[in-house]
């Protein structure tokens, strides 16, 4: 904290008066709770807490087996279905058009299962939905997970990229906008830091009377805290 109250205070000596104070708390820039969709038994967990995932990357697996032979099974009729409508396909100048509609009909019906029991299938495994890092686990083999009652199974967030979330005095409204410097301080880091503002939330907290704004950042531990000066005065210099 002593460091960061030191740089802070260099901070402050160069703000001029219009820049406006804020402080911030490091988020990941994303970040998901993530769950099962299906019901059963947690048949294998494949990472840990601090675990680095890439998009796709399979993370736990419900007991399958059963849904395993159903697909293969659909396979298979999708397969005969699909000879049968050939060979008739070779003689439908020949043949009625209803009954060469049924087999039409099969084919496509073997096709449609196929692809529920493979959806069914898919939702027996769980994937990271983008690139990032495992920060909870909360799940083990042999758990029961319910459709009906959704349990998060891992938390994820992005692993470098990172926002500040800062909060700054409503009264500066009109003052604050899109591509302003920030210039601040992280606690237990003396060096000072800039980035810009990014995006600025579109209403005003009524409790603290706040404002919150973002900045994009890399590097950073998330739930650091900090602060600093948004630098206002840069768009009073450029009038």
Do not use: C
């Amino acid at each position: 904290m002593r460091k960061l109250i030191i740089g802070i205070l260099t901070l402050a000596v160069s703000a001029l008066s219009s820049d406006v104070y804020a402080t911030f708390t490091v988020h990941a820039k994303q970040s998901a709770n993530l769950a099962f969709s299906s019901s059963g038994i947690i048949d294998k967990v494949l990472v840990d807490v601090s675990s680095k995932v890439k998009k796709g990357d399979i993370l736990a697996k419900l007991q399958n087996r059963d849904l395993k032979a159903m697909l293969a099974i659909s396979k298979t009729t999708v397969k005969y279905a699909k000879l049968d409508l050939d060979r008739q396909i070779k003689v439908k100048h020949i043949i009625d058009q209803s009954k060469f509609d049924q087999f039409s009909f099969k084919y496509e019906n073997a096709k449609a299962q196929q692809n529920y029991q493979q959806s069914l299938l898919n939702k027996t495994i769980l994937r990271a939905p983008f690139d990032g890092v495992i920060y909870d686990k909360l799940i083990e083999v042999g758990d029961v997970v319910s459709g009906q009652m959704i349990k998060t199974a891992f938390k994820i967030q992005s692993k470098s990229k990172a926002k500040l979330v800062l909060g700054f005095d409503q009264k500066y409204w009109k003052s604050v906008k899109v591509g302003q410097t920030f210039k601040y301080g992280v606690d237990g880091d003396s060096k000072i830091y800039e980035g810009k503002i990014s995006k600025i939330y579109p209403f005003a907290n009524s409790g603290n009377r706040k404002i919150k704004a973002e900045v994009e950042v890399s590097g950073f531990i998330v739930g650091l805290f900090g602060e600093g000066y948004i630098l206002t005065s840069e768009s009073l210099e450029n009038k």
